[in-house]
Every structure is written in C-alpha cells, then in structure tokens.
C-alpha cells in the first residue's frame, strides 16, 4: 500500500456515464478510479458533485450537459468552494490531490499555499478551445492569454465565466505539482501561453486505448435497422457539439454526392452521441438540417451509446471517421482503432497524438475530409492494411499501462 491517499477532485465524476454524454474527462475518472480500485496500485478517494447534496445543490448528469453558461458558472463555484473545503479536511503530508477539471477545480492558489500537492490532468485546454472554437483559429491561444493579463484592470467586472477560463487556468499552471497533458502539442501550448513554467512540470501522458466493455453484436444492428448487405457503413461517435465537426463531415458527403464518383454501394453514416453543454442542442439541430438535405446516403441518429451497443457499432462499421475541429486527444478513435476500424480525421493535436499514415487518412481542413473519405473507401485492400495496423497499435497502448505511470507520478 502506498504511503500517500490520492484525492480525486472530479466535477463531473461520479454520474452515471452510460445515461448522460459527459465527455471525455468523465471517462477518464471512471476508467482510472475501476483501474486502480482492481489493481490497488493506489489508495483512492473521490471528491465528486455528490458532496454538494447536503446543501441541496446536486446536479445530476443531465443538468450538466443542459446548464445555461451562467448556471454552468454557479455550478463551477460551488463545487470549487465545497471541493476546496473538502480538501482542507486531510493533512497534506498525507495526500495528493488529482484534479479532474480546471476551470471546475478547487482553490489552486488557496491549497499550494497550504501545502498540498496539486497534479491536474488536462483534459481541455479551454484557452485553446476558445481560440479554435469561437474565434476560429484567428487568433493564437498565446495571444488570447496574454491579452487577458493586459486586460487585468477590467476583471472586476468581466463575466465570472471568462474569470473561470483564464484565471483558473492560469492558476492552475502557477500552483500545480505537475500538469498531465495527452499529448506533446498541448504542453507547447501551454508553454507558450504561460512563459516561465518549468518544462519539467508538465508531464505528456497519452491515455491510450480504452478497455472494451462488452461483447460486440453487430448482426443485431443489421436487423434493427435493416442494413444491406452490400451496404458501405461510416461510423462517428462523440457528444454533438460543434467542436465534434459532424456538420464537416456531413458537408463533405452532400458534395460527395453530387460528383459522379459516388459510390455504387450504398453508403450509410451513424451519428452516435447526445447533445451536449451550451451550444449542443443548436448544433443537434444543425446537423439533423443538414443530414435531412442528404438524398444518397442514409444517415441514422442513434443516441448516446455505450458498453455492448457502442462496441457492436465499431464491429459494424467499415471505416471510422473523427472529424472533429479541435480536440486533446480523442479516446473514442482509440476504441475504434482497438476495434480493428481504419481511421479518417482532421489534422489537430489531439490527432497527431495517435494518429498515423498506416492508419488510415489524416487531412488538413475541412475540404480533405472528402479526400480522405474517398481513398478510405476505395480500396478495401487499403481499409484492411489500415485495420490491422490500427488494431496492433491499440493493443500495444493499452489505458492500464498509462493508469500505472500516473499512479507511480502522484505516489
């Protein structure tokens, strides 16, 4: 037994994951919480949204992914506060704290001056997100952090969400023991964005392929929706929100069809997830709009999926497409890769974490997303080649080998 307790801070830790589209920091708790509760590698207890209950303040999953941006924020403060305080209970000579989120975290600054050891994983990089996101890759996450400290005169009265974004992350760098990132691009970032943090204190751990859970029945799925045989079946799986891309995708099958080397085959396309967060069901909507115009291919929504249904989903698709705009690392593409599917996505850091030519096509922009979709599916040889190497390349990153590493940094 380890000498020191981790203390996992999780704001969206602890719901019922199959029922509600979290994403993936919610996935990341759950897999390294069971991880190490089987091996005992470590001694772990969770702080997670349940300790607000005593107040009568408990979201439960799906209030998360429906909060307005402002009731999004007060939830954000009332978990730091209670997060903090929970913390403030355990001797910090005899813990670690692991925290889950940043900009739902506890009090960083607060809890390095007491003594704690903080190691917060990266999930998100929210500066990044808002620079690729609502300002359209126009502006840099660097320049976007360092207007913000110029702009320090005005933060008293500026949103408490923006405050949420940039001082919680920025207070994260300054007064953490070590940051966990997936992948080296977002340590760049974040080393651009915050001048002067050790290189040394940003640890780049990718998480690796997830454990499938399940056993896979893709015949079942042909029945129920009543697949052809001869049928070519392109599979996306993640929340619906705009960073996911699935009108990119949807965009590139509308042109597809209109040039004459659409496929004789008939072409089927699901969209796995629920609308999630503050602008999932507009972006639901969008999507839906755009796959009705569709007049060649059969698009099917069927929901957020999980355990057995979302492994027989990878087990029934040709090809794997991910044609999100930004992302950290992609644990969905892990699973469709460890499922033996080839791979199409966008050139992003998340991607290129994982990502290689052997796998499948990663494009540049939007505009490669039909490319790739039309080498990928046109050669079954290519498709085949591509499947195996995936599948090999998941089995020898499994997410236990990257659980034990995390383990032996915090300990």
Not at 63 to 74: F, K, P, Q, T
Not at 148 to 161: A, S
Not at 279 to 303: D, I
Request: proline share 7%; hydrophobic share 40%; with cysteine.
């Amino acid at each position: 037994m380890h000498s020191r307790t981790i203390l996992y801070c999780a704001a969206h830790g602890g719901f019922a994951a199959e029922r509600v589209p979290l994403g993936g920091g919610a996935a990341v708790f759950e897999m390294l919480t069971a991880e190490w509760r089987r091996t005992q590698e470590v001694h772990v207890e969770t702080i997670t949204p349940a300790i607000l209950s005593s107040a009568g303040d408990a979201p439960l999953g799906a209030d998360l992914i429906r909060y307005s941006e402002r009731e999004y924020a007060g939830f954000c403060r009332a978990f730091e506060q209670a997060a903090t305080a929970e913390i403030l209970r355990h001797d910090p000579r005899e813990v670690s704290v692991l925290v889950n989120d940043v900009s739902e975290g506890p009090r960083f600054r607060e809890l390095h001056k007491r003594g704690y050891r903080l190691y917060t994983i990266y999930h998100v990089d929210v500066v990044a997100y808002i620079a690729a996101i609502y300002c359209r890759s126009l502006i840099r996450p660097s320049t976007l952090a360092a207007l913000w400290r110029r702009l320090r005169p005005l933060h008293g009265i500026v949103p408490d969400i923006l405050k949420l974004v940039f001082d919680k992350q920025k207070a994260s760098v300054e007064h953490s023991t070590g940051l966990i990132v997936p992948s080296p691009s977002m340590k760049e970032t974040l080393l651009e964005c915050y001048p002067g943090t050790p290189e040394d204190t940003i640890h780049v751990l990718p998480w690796g392929a997830p454990p499938p859970k399940g056993e896979p029945d893709p015949v079942a799925l042909r029945r129920e929706y009543q697949i052809p045989s001869d049928a070519l079946v392109l599979l996306t799986l993640s929340r619906i929100s705009p960073e996911k891309g699935q009108d990119l995708l949807l965009d590139a099958l509308a042109e597809w069809e209109q040039q004459p080397d659409f496929p004789s085959r008939p072409l089927w396309l699901f969209i796995c997830g629920g609308a999630a967060y503050m602008q999932g069901n507009a972006h639901a909507e969008k999507v839906r709009t755009l796959a009705a115009r569709l007049r060649k291919t059969r698009v099917v929504f069927p929901g957020h999926v999980t355990g057995s249904r979302k492994e027989s989903f990878y087990a029934l698709a040709d090809l794997y497409v991910f044609p999100s705009r930004h992302e950290s690392y992609g644990l969905t593409m892990l699973e469709a890769m460890q499922a033996g599917l080839p791979v199409v996505c966008l050139d992003h850091a998340g991607a290129r974490a994982v990502m290689s030519p052997e796998f499948g096509e990663m494009v540049s922009g939007p505009s490669g997303l039909l490319g790739g979709l039309k080498t990928m599916l046109g050669s079954e040889s290519r498709r085949t080649a591509a499947a195996n190497a995936a599948r090999a390349f998941a089995m020898e990153h499994p997410f236990s080998e990257s659980a034990t590493n995390l383990a032996s940094l915090l300990t």
